[in-house]
């Protein structure tokens, strides 16, 4: 496989989306490499079941996890994210979902990315370059349209402080709220605090241009995603996480 060879799945165009559910584990949408793994020997198989079950098993203990099992041209390298209010309970029943969804999606796909409400995963072979951190994958916007004035300087100053948030959480995880705009945004565990803000403000200013107006909306590129929901009648306390930082 050649290292010049583009992974489809992380072109815009190959994402499906199936739905989404404040459920952490209902599918919110899958992508699959249009190119599928001739194994006669079984050994791609053997280095993807291996990756699964090691990322299964270590999902007990972290949120974040990447491994590479196999050699040559066997290897597959991957990782799973879960979201960062989630317990480790909940992040571990969220990734144990991923192998079954992406087998039952995806097939003998050599490279797959799975997004649930609350983790993702993602595997690819070897030999396949990345696109960038901020390349948009998939986006959700509301149907809702925002209404009256105010919604916009609300939304902008919300945004920014994920950028902010980010950083200084040293975990790459934010949620909070700011006048009725409930936010929240992730980077995938190994990017860099800089890296990481610079996603997240990629990802907002996507927001804005994909989604304009919309009262809610999740946007995910490459190594980040943001969401928001913007509530005119004021945040209910559910909505916002014991790890975010409330109203400011």
Do not use: W
């Amino acid at each position: 496989m050649g290292s010049s060879c583009i992974l489809s799945i992380l072109l815009l165009t190959s994402f499906i989306n199936l739905g989404f559910s404040a459920d952490y584990t209902s599918l919110v949408y899958k992508g699959c490499a249009d190119q599928k793994f001739q194994d006669p020997t079984g050994d791609y198989s053997r280095s993807l079941e291996n990756l699964l079950d090691t990322l299964t098993s270590r999902s007990s203990s972290t949120k974040f996890y990447k491994a590479t099992s196999g050699q040559g041209q066997s290897a597959i390298t991957g990782l799973f994210q879960c979201r960062g209010d989630l317990s480790s309970n909940d992040c571990n029943n969220c990734v144990k979902r991923t192998p079954d969804v992406s087998r039952r999606l995806c097939g003998n796909a050599i490279a797959v990315r799975v997004q649930l409400g609350g983790c993702y995963l993602r595997y690819e072979a070897s030999g396949f370059r990345q696109v960038s951190a901020t390349e948009l994958l998939f986006k959700i916007c509301g149907s809702t349209q925002a209404s009256g004035s105010g919604f916009q300087d609300r939304l902008d100053a919300a945004l920014g402080e994920i950028g902010k948030g980010v950083g200084s959480s040293g975990n790459g995880f934010y949620t909070g709220g700011y006048q009725s705009v409930y936010v929240l945004g992730q980077c995938e565990g190994d990017l860099a605090s800089g890296d990481c803000a610079d996603c997240v403000k990629a990802a907002s200013q996507r927001a804005k241009s994909e989604c304009p107006a919309s009262i809610s909306a999740q946007i995910y590129l490459q190594q980040c995603y943001v969401s928001y929901t913007y509530y005119p009648n004021g945040v209910p306390p559910r909505s916002l996480s014991s790890s975010g930082s409330g109203d400011y």
